[in-house]
Nanobody
Framework: QVQLVESGGGSVQAGGSLQLSCTASGTISSPCRMGWFRQAPGKERELVSTINIAGFTTYITSVKGRFTISQDNTKNILYLQMNSLKTEDTAAYYC????????????????WGQGTQVTVSS
């Protein structure tokens, strides 16, 4: 089992910055893939960004150039640095992970955090 603990959510004005953190524990090695999801009121959950064990990253188009995902592999901490925040970024953000090897990382995400609220005001 993998336990995910999040922190860093809060309220910020548009144009501001916020950093989310997610600590993964319960396994000896680092997760093979981690990511951030978000869900705004009345909308479906969407994948925001991912990073794999090799450091390869992906981003949803709407956050490219503004958000940066990174990982401290030694401490198993995932970060999402959010800059130039927009009101449209307001959502509950969820950390997610799966475990495995570089050559056999399970499809999707099996482990989830509890979510942290990000509210961006104009």
């Amino acid at each position: 089992q993998v336990q995910l603990v999040e922190s860093g959510g809060g309220s910020v004005q548009a144009g501001g910055s916020l950093q989310l953190s997610c600590t993964a524990s319960g396994t000896i090695s680092s997760p093979c893939r981690m990511g951030w999801f978000r869900q705004a009121p009345g909308k479906e959950r969407e994948l925001v960004s991912t990073i794999n064990i090799a450091g390869f990253t992906t981003y949803i188009t709407s956050v490219k150039g503004r958000f940066t995902i990174s990982q401290d592999n030694t401490k198993n901490i995932l970060y999402l640095q959010m800059n130039s925040l927009k009101t449209e970024d307001t959502a509950a953000y969820y950390c997610a992970a799966n475990v495995g090897s570089r050559d056999n990382c399970p499809l999707g995400f099996s482990y989830w955090g509890q979510g942290t609220q990000v509210t961006v005001s104009s």
